[in-house]
């Protein structure tokens, strides 16, 4: 067996369902493993995957042609969480439906356990980042940049940052993943990139503008009036708005 160790992301995983496939050692002889949260197996061949933008690409866009939109989506959500299986899981889904008639039928494969594993993922990852777009809030900074902290469970960052780019597309605003140190930033009237954090000063994240605190109280108070006291349900918040998702929210910090 040879275990191919890919980078703990995306491009990682499919950099390593590149080499893998281009070893030429036989489908059941390989095994995918990221190098975030897996140990070193006895009696085994590792070999270390240099993340490759360009491998990924290829097989993104391979993804894309014979396996379909669906499957092009499931395997970008389940890369974002963070079971320790799903690498492997991935490239034994993208292997069975090249090897299928109909490629883009692996998605209905779901007795197969590595589909199912990807497709239940990619469902977990898709209700963490759909919640994020109701979470997020931003605060305007010195400069005008409009800017929000998150600490999402999962690498949603990617898959949120479409959203906002098409919803505030005359806005220059920046979303930062403060656990995995990762920034979307989107110039006014342009794409979004991605930016690791380490490399860039983050000093002006800091300096809010002058107003903004005004607007934080007006928000806090009309959060608070429109609230029904009689109704309250602090169980029933918890279950629509868990407690890890109100450190970032404006709403629920202190006056």
Known sequence: MTIFWCEDSLDGILTGIYDAWDSRLGHS??????????????FCENRQVETDMGKAEKVLRTIRERLGEEAFEAVCYAA???????ADAIYRMVVLGLHMKDGRQ???CLQNPDVSLVMRLRIKAW???HRFLGFVRFEELENGVLYSAIEPAYAVLPLMAPHFADRFRQENWVIHDKRRGLLAVHPKGSCWVLADAGELHL????????REEEFKELWKSFCKSIAIGERTNPRCQQGL?????RGCMTEFQEI
């Open 29 to 42: 002889n390989v095994r995918l493993k990221t190098d975030a949260q897996d140990t070193l197996e006895l």
């Open 80 to 86: 974002a969480c963070t079971d320790s299986g799903r």
């Open 106 to 108: 692996v998605v209905n």
């Open 127 to 129: 209700h963490e980042a």
């Open 203 to 210: 000093s002006s994240l800091t300096r809010r503008s002058p």
């Open 241 to 245: 708005l868990p407690l890890r998702f």
